[in-house]
C-alpha cells in the first residue's frame, strides 16, 4: 500500500481557498488518488479522486501533476463547517481495493 | 453516491457482554466489507477484511476471536465484539466495496464499554 504524508494541521479563516498537498512517493501505476473528510463520531464522506491533471467537483479541486508523487487538494472559500479532518488515500479501485489511512490533515477554519 | 448504513450509531455495554454492530449497503451489492476502529484522535485503523461468503482476513494484531466477523450476504456484514472490556471501547466504523471506484463508509459506531 502506498504510504502518504500529509501536513499535520493547517489554520485558515473564512472566506479563503486552503490547500492541503499530500506525498506518495511510492504510488503505483494503478492507484487512485482520493480524499476524504471526517468530522467528530462520523464516518469519512468521500470528497473527490483522481488519477492524473485535474478534477474539479462542487466541493474540491484536485490537481495531480504529470510523475503523480503528489496531490493537492483545494477547497475554495472555506466556511466555519469545513473544519474537520481530511484524509488523502492512493489505492487501487479496481480490486476491493484496501485503504491504509495516514494521519489526516486537521484543518481549523476561525471566522 | 452509495450508501452504507451502520448500525447502532451507538452503544454502551457491561464488561463481558458481547456487542453485535451491523453494517448494510443500500444501493449496490458489496463483494467486500472493511472494518475500521478509531481511537480517540487518531486514524482510522483496518481491523480485518471480509468477502461475501468467505472468511473474514484479520490484520495483524487483531484477535479474530475477539472481533467476529461475518458477511454471509452481498448487503450486510456484522462485526460482534466478544466478551467486551474497556480497552475495546472506540469508534468502529464500516467500508463498502463493490466494483466502484469510490469508497463509500458507514456512520460508526461508537462503542462504550463500562
Known amino acids: 500500500l502506498a504510504k502518504t504524508t500529509q501536513p499535520i494541521s493547517m489554520d485558515s479563516y473564512e472566506g479563503q481557498e486552503v490547500n492541503i498537498t499530500c506525498s506518495h512517493n511510492?504510488?503505483?501505476?494503478?492507484?487512485?488518488i482520493t480524499w476524504y473528510q471526517q468530522f467528530p463520531s462520523q464516518g469519512p464522506r468521500f470528497i473527490i479522486q483522481?488519477?492524473?491533471t485535474k478534477v474539479t467537483n462542487e466541493v474540491a479541486s484536485l490537481f495531480i501533476p504529470a510523475d503523480r508523487k503528489s496531490s493537492t487538494l483545494s477547497l475554495p472559500r472555506v466556511s466555519l463547517s469545513d473544519t474537520a479532518v481530511y484524509y488523502c488515500l492512493v489505492g487501487d479501485p479496481s480490486n476491493d481495493y484496501k485503504l491504509s489511512f495516514g494521519a489526516g490533515t486537521t484543518v481549523t477554519v476561525r471566522a | 453516491g452509495a450508501v452504507v448504513s451502520q448500525h447502532p450509531s451507538w452503544v454502551i455495554c457491561k464488561s463481558g457482554t458481547s456487542v453485535k454492530i451491523e453494517c448494510r449497503s443500500l444501493?449496490?451489492?458489496?463483494?467486500?466489507m472493511f472494518w475500521y476502529r478509531q481511537f480517540p484522535k487518531q486514524s482510522l485503523m483496518l481491523m480485518a477484511t471480509?468477502?461475501?461468503?468467505?472468511?473474514?482476513?484479520?490484520e495483524q494484531g487483531v484477535e479474530k476471536d475477539k472481533f467476529l466477523i461475518n458477511h454471509a450476504s452481498l448487503t450486510l456484514s456484522t462485526l460482534t465484539v466478544t466478551s467486551a472490556h474497556p480497552e475495546d471501547s472506540s469508534f468502529y466504523i464500516c467500508r463498502a466495496s463493490g466494483g466502484i471506484t469510490e469508497a463509500f463508509f458507514g456512520q460508526g459506531t461508537r462503542l462504550t464499554v463500562v
Open positions: 444501493d449496490f451489492q458489496a463483494t467486500t
Open positions: 471480509s468477502n461475501e461468503g468467505s472468511k473474514a482476513t484479520y
Open positions: 483522481g488519477y492524473k
Open positions: 511510492n504510488i503505483a501505476t494503478n492507484d487512485y
